[in-house]
């Protein structure tokens, strides 16, 4: 980590609170700075993180299962007869 003086602490406030990142490079840049921040500018070390930030872990439901095609017969549907009324209406008109 590149040394800090004079007014360089003043640029980076120092953190209340500790951060967490969210992959293993992050959280050591992250651990990096406020070590460099400690021995150089005097900081505090950070307090633990609130449990309040950290969003519950999110539990994924299990997936809705597809639904059954229902294998419907359109002509002999109880659909009020209307395909053999159309049918016969059909055949009929063009005799």
Known sequence: MASVSGGECRAIPPPGFAFAGKA?????YIDDVIEAGIAACGWARPQPR????????????????????????????NAGGWYEAARATYHTERR
Do not use: F, G, I, N
């Open 24 to 28: 293993a490079p992050d959280q050591a």
């Open 50 to 77: 609130p449990a309040s930030w950290d969003a519950p872990p999110v539990v994924k439901a299990p997936p809705m299962p597809k639904p059954r095609r229902k294998w419907l017969d359109w002509r002999t549907s």
